[in-house]
């Protein structure tokens, strides 16, 4: 499966931005898939995930409560939508899609990634 994220940009402490994933392949829905971010300087980490149905999602600590994991199957496309951005939100984002019947916090535990999208927020 191939993934292209779009939706990233420059926005103000306390703004929103929804980025978006579409998958091209019939086997997205088979799919658990994430969002990951990586700031410079730093590991890539673990955002959000949902399951194949969108039933169950989970998310780091720090995204809780601002961040929303979602998905439509039908258009072959995952969402992120971020409100109350922090400075520390700052990253690029990438989405990723797992042949895995858990939700994955690891790169690893990922077989297939987009290109990133850069997320900027400013004070």
């Known amino acids: 499966v191939q993934l292209q994220a779009s939706g990233g940009g420059l926005v103000q402490a306390g703004g929103s931005l929804r980025l978006s994933c579409a998958a091209s392949?019939?086997?997205?829905?088979?799919?658990?898939m994430g969002w990951f971010r990586q700031a410079p300087g730093k590991e890539r980490e673990f955002v959000a995930a949902i399951s194949w149905n969108g039933g169950s999602t989970y998310y780091a600590d720090s995204v809780k409560g601002r961040f929303t994991i979602s998905r439509d199957n039908a258009k072959n496309t995952v969402y992120l939508q971020m409100n109350s951005l922090k400075r520390e939100d700052t990253a690029v984002y990438y989405c990723a899609a797992g042949s895995i019947l858990r939700l994955g916090v690891r790169p690893r535990d990922y077989n297939y990634w987009g290109q990133g999208t850069l997320v900027t927020v400013s004070s």
């Open positions: 392949g019939r086997t997205f829905s088979s799919y658990v």
